[in-house]
């Protein structure tokens, strides 16, 4: 019995210590780890985030098949029977111009960016699959010439691509929703998608 | 901000407190020209239509920053009594106004249309002129468009062999 005693007060005795002692271990028991920083984003994901990019109202909505431009998240026909007109930019005394500033005001709810237009009609989305679109991009027949680093360019670049992540707010003065990625990660998808030779998947 | 424009000929030279101040305010308040009138102030009705270079703008949704430098012209500055613009000839034959409110954003919106299209179509006058009037004076109104455009021609000496087809 004293023996069984004796053996709890001295395990106790260590317990104790252990615990209230709280001693780092000297900073050379650590090994160090070199920082390498894990790039995740393969180009199917690059792919994929950049179609989500696109295929959102905010960019949608000015790549109409049909020659008239979209408003809204429910992509509604723009309102006063607007439409692409001759060059893109509307008809030729009422224009996009007459409305569209080259700022968002946030008096009147009425989107701006510098070149506020539609995108050229052979630039037309709407309805398309995510491939259609991603190959409708890429074809310099259909893309204005580009070649893929002059994609980049526009892509990462162009202050009207860009209004995307500054879309103001609407008509009662609600903010317009952005699209799913920051442009951060929006213009790095595009540049890994583009680094990778711009694979569109067969699926 | 300190803006400096050009409003029916005359130049002004502003001190504004902030630039986003809408244009029709700077026309309307600073400059008394109480003739462009404030409707919607979401560019959706045209009752605020002015001329910005000679561009049809609607000014309750155009900050004055933009302005600076440039030639605005208002209703007060198409034309006067002795020497009318053929849109204010026009809409007196045709005694269009009815309560007149929209009517000073109609006639610029129109006088930017004849000064670009000088015979303009039925459909080309449907898409350019959406502003709205609560009177419903459109039919008045296109008869007067096409009596302006025909004025406009006339007075530019134009014939119809060197119109060109202004179809949208």
Redesign the interface.
Known sequence: MNRIVVLLVIFSLGAFYLIGSNKEPPLEAYTVIPEVKIDSLTAERAYEEVMNVLMHPRCMNCHPTDDIPKQGMDRHPH?????R??ENKG?????C???H???N??????PGAPHWSLAPASMGWQGLSRSEIAQRLLDPETNGGKSHKELVTHMTEDELVLWAWNPGVD?NGIPRKKPPISEEEFKKAVEKWFDEGAPVPSK | MKIALQVNGEHHSLEIADE?T?LLWVVRDLLNLKGTKFGC????CGAC?LHVDG????S????VK?ADGKKVTTIEGLGNEEAPHPVQQAWLEHVVPQCGYCQPGFMM?TA??I???PKPTDE?I?????NICRCATYYRMRKAIHRAAELERQRLSLTPKNIEN?E?
């Open positions: 309102y006063f029977g607007m439409s007109g001759k008809f030729s005394a009422t224009k111009a007459t409305c500033q080259e700022a005001n946030l008096n009147s709810g009425v008509a | 986003n809408p102030g979401k560019a959706a239509t561009e049809a703008v609607r309750c949704s155009y900050a933009f919106a930017a249309l000064s670009k299209n080309d449907d898409k350019n002129i959406i202004g949208e």
